[in-house]
């Protein structure tokens, strides 16, 4: 699938304070888990951040899609569309998902409401413009590619422009750097990880809010630190039960419930 030309990534009811951010808070992958949400958006407030940047996919899997996007709305500055999102907005086709992935995604399709259509509507699958570029999936592709390896890392860091790129969609919070004239090298970037960003070229991945597959079950995203060059990972405990509750009283998967405690 071609990307999608960048239209706009700023909330429409969060107007520019003209000011550039320094301290960004980057999520992604809500998937329509509220509770996991609302818990990520209180730790950025106790942390501090002058902006929120959400890097897509607010819906799918989980049972409360126009919740969390309509608490997007109000508290991201930036956002933008995953494959998820695009499925619930009939441009992208649903048979290319797993089974589980194409039940929710037909659910949730079903039952988006108009404010969160809208919304939706108006956001870009990446803006690659410097100092960071921001992708849904990675700069070769901002809706399909998972970036996991090395050698994936450092074709996308030949693909963008900005020095420093954000990635969601494969729900693993992780980052890969590349020296100038050096080799990718790659990590998991488990809570209380902190990476230097002054050097180099760096591809991170912030994890997934609503349903992270590293092992950990915590809510995950990442604090940008664009005054002092740094970047740090975050978890976040949450109401697990609520949102496995939420998902098991609809017609979606229970195991979509289940790999909730698993963060997996």
Not at 3 to 17: F, K, M, N, Q, V
Not at 26 to 33: A, L, R, T
Not at 115 to 140: I, K, N
Request: with cysteine; proline share 7%; net charge negative.
């Amino acid at each position: 699938m071609a990307p999608h030309d960048a239209e706009t990534l700023s909330g429409p009811d969060r107007p520019s304070s003209g000011a550039a951010p320094t301290r960004v808070a980057i999520i992604s992958d809500v998937h329509g888990n509220l509770p996991a949400f609302g818990a990520v958006l209180e730790d950025v407030e106790r942390v501090g951040a002058d902006a929120v940047w959400c890097l897509g996919d607010l819906v799918g899997y989980g049972a409360q899609p126009d919740e969390c996007v309509a608490l997007a709305r109000r508290r991201c500055d930036r956002c933008l569309l995953g494959n998820h999102d695009l499925v619930a907005l009939g441009r992208l086709d649903v048979t290319t998902f797993s089974p589980n992935a194409a039940i929710a995604a037909t659910w949730t399709a079903e039952r988006l409401g108009a404010e969160a259509r809208g919304y939706l509507s108006g956001l870009a699958t990446h803006e690659p413009d410097p100092p960071v570029g921001l992708f849904h999936a990675s700069p070769r592709d901002p809706v399909w590619e998972y970036v996991l390896s090395t050698m994936q890392a450092s074709g996308c860091m030949d693909a963008m422009d900005a020095r420093i790129g954000a990635i969601g969609h494969s729900h693993v919070a992780l980052h890969f750097s590349r020296p100038d004239g050096g080799t990718a090298r790659g990590s998991l970037a488990p809570g209380g990880t902190e990476v230097d960003l002054s050097t180099g070229r760096w591809l991170l991945n912030p994890g997934g809010v609503g349903q992270p597959r590293d092992g950990d079950p915590r809510a995950a995203w990442m604090l940008l630190d664009l005054g002092r060059a740094r970047a740090s990972w975050h978890r976040v405990e949450y109401p697990v039960d609520e949102a496995a509750r939420a998902i098991e009283a609809t017609e979606l998967p229970q195991a979509l419930a289940k790999r909730l405690y698993l963060g997996q």
